[in-house]
């Protein structure tokens, strides 16, 4: 789960780090190596290039991310592991490159990619949500998508931070927080990261990794895409397994890339996308995925010719005039592009969408269920159950913060028992919701997306399942980054990558950080 935007302050702390972080930054950008100008800012094409020129080696390549990490991330902490053996993968890779044929290495063979702590992995690394009850625990198996990841033939570099239990432990602890790495901050202001997936965007946004994974329960790939200015892709929801992920909610969990361009989200998409027998949603959900993959979509022109929905109640900016300018000079672009615009549409149920308490009592229950299951499937664990994981916070508080930050999502979801009359009646007004209202506006004005800047419809496209594709838009008035997110409908992906690559083509917002006050 994401936490709801704010626009953020900049405390004289926050100004030091800044400065601090000014000084590292001029290190970490001298990181290059002969023929290669720099991993700052290269993409998964710019690296595969340079190793068909033999300019580049994967050892090389992870030893600039493992530099780079060493140099920023004891400020930024978005990485909380890296990976022992990273390096002997990486040789791996350089072997496998040497004696396989032309064309026959997928896009992201020898690529390192940084993984949400909370995507399992059977090997040296720990695979804890960030809290320490889970650390020392021994997972059955690789997650589906780190198995599809490693037969692609990726580097798995470490764990991302989050914010702990995918900020579904306590409604006090701030967005990015988690007891074993500390606050990630937003490598652009120092400030608030935006979360789940805090980690996983802080450290492609400040070039500590190629690409990573993320995941999203509700805004947690789309609000930490859009606050670190980079690329986020939400899938439909089974598009991607969820098996060997630490859950909230399988109806609403999805695994998605987030990166610094639209091109590496999709072939990070293209990887990890497909059926996988231990989670029984992809079967069904596989139909969507087109023959030849998501790549082909990567088209420049993607934007002519679609009909974009525009909701006025996303567009509320305040005073913020800065925000509200670039926002609608970029719907002109998306109009000069080619694009259709069907303005000042309603979403019928949009008020009560986002007062009503259904997806908080329907969350709550799933939670308790599928993160019990989970406990009990691992090899070996200091808990086995919620109920554990409540006892470990309390008799380890001080580790875990508990009077600081408590743990009332817990508490709430311990205190369910199943589903009955109201966690039932949820789910069928989450149904009724999204029925009458998403897909209502979809279908009936045959649009191809709805755009809404930042990640505030992050809510309507968790309770439907449906896919969002957030692309870096600019900045506001208080220097905080956003996206510009396309939604669709289930299975859209294919339209959204088009419209967002020609989006993100015609603007090229996206720029690093740079530290400086």
Not at 12 to 17: N, R
Not at 505 to 513: C, D, E, L, M, V
Request: hydrophobic content about 40%; aromatic content about 8%; glycine content about 8%.
């Amino acid at each position: 789960m994401a936490t709801k935007y704010s626009p953020l302050s900049f405390p004289v702390f926050s100004s030091l780090l800044l400065i601090l972080l000014a000084t590292i930054s001029s290190r970490a950008e001298a990181i290059k190596v002969h023929g290669f100008s720099s991993i700052k800012e290269a993409t998964v094409h710019d690296i595969q290039l340079a190793f068909k020129q033999n300019q580049l080696t994967s050892r090389k390549l992870v030893e600039l991310y493992l530099k780079q990490i060493s140099i920023l991330n004891p400020v930024l902490k978005g990485v909380l592991e890296v990976n022992p053996d990273a390096l002997y993968q990486a040789d791996k890779a350089d072997h496998e490159r040497k004696f396989k044929a032309p064309g026959s290495l997928s896009a992201l063979h020898g690529i390192p990619i940084l993984l949400k702590d909370n995507i399992a992995t059977k090997d040296k690394l720990n695979t804890t949500a960030g809290s320490y009850a889970l650390l020392g625990s021994v997972v059955p198996r690789d997650a589906g998508v780190v198995t599809k990841l490693r037969k692609a033939g990726a580097i798995i570099l470490g764990k991302a931070s989050l914010s702990e239990w995918s900020y579904w432990r306590s409604n006090a602890a701030p967005s990015g927080w988690n007891a074993r790495g500390g606050q990630g901050k937003n490598p652009y202001t120092l400030g608030d990261p935006c979360g789940s997936s805090s980690g996983s965007a802080i450290s492609v946004a400040a070039n500590m990794a190629a690409v990573s994974i993320g995941t999203e329960t509700d805004g947690s790939i789309l609000c930490p895409s859009s606050n670190n200015l980079v690329v986020g892709i939400k899938p439909t929801v089974g598009l991607t397994s969820r098996a060997g992920v630490i859950p909230i909610s399988e109806r609403q969990d999805s695994v998605g890339p987030i990166c610094r361009t639209v091109a590496d989200a999709v072939y990070v998409l293209d990887a990890i996308a497909g059926i996988d027998h231990n989670d029984n949603a992809t079967i069904q959900t596989s139909r969507y995925i087109p023959k030849g993959g998501y790549a082909q979509f990567l088209n420049s022109d993607g934007l002519r010719g679609k009909r974009l929905g525009i909701v006025r109640a996303f567009y509320n900016f305040g005073n913020d005039t800065i925000i509200s300018r670039t926002v609608e000079q970029h719907l002109k672009t998306l109009r000069q592009r080619g694009a259709i615009l069907v303005d000042n549409l309603e979403i019928a149920n949009i008020t009560e969408v986002y007062s009503s308490s259904s997806e908080d009592t329907a969350l709550s229950a799933e939670f308790k269920k599928y993160i019990n299951a989970y406990l009990k499937e691992l090899v070996s664990s200091p808990v086995r159950s919620l109920t554990d994981l409540i006892a470990f916070n309390k008799k380890n508080s001080k580790l875990e913060r508990l009077d600081t930050y408590g743990q009332d999502l817990f508490i709430t979801a311990e205190a369910t028992n199943g589903f009955g009359n109201a966690e039932k009646a949820a789910l069928k007004n989450l149904a009724k919701l999204t029925r009458e209202g998403f897909v209502t506006l979809m279908t009936k004005n045959k649009l191809d997306a709805l755009v809404t800047p930042r990640s505030d419809v992050s809510r309507i496209l968790a309770i439907g399942g449906f896919p969002g594709v957030i692309v870096p838009a600019g900045f506001d008035s208080h220097k905080v980054p956003f996206g510009l997110c396309f939604g669709g409908l289930k299975g859209s992906e294919p339209k959204l990558i088009e419209i967002a690559y020609g989006f993100e083509q015609a603007t090229k917002i996206r720029k690093p950080p740079t530290f400086k006050t």
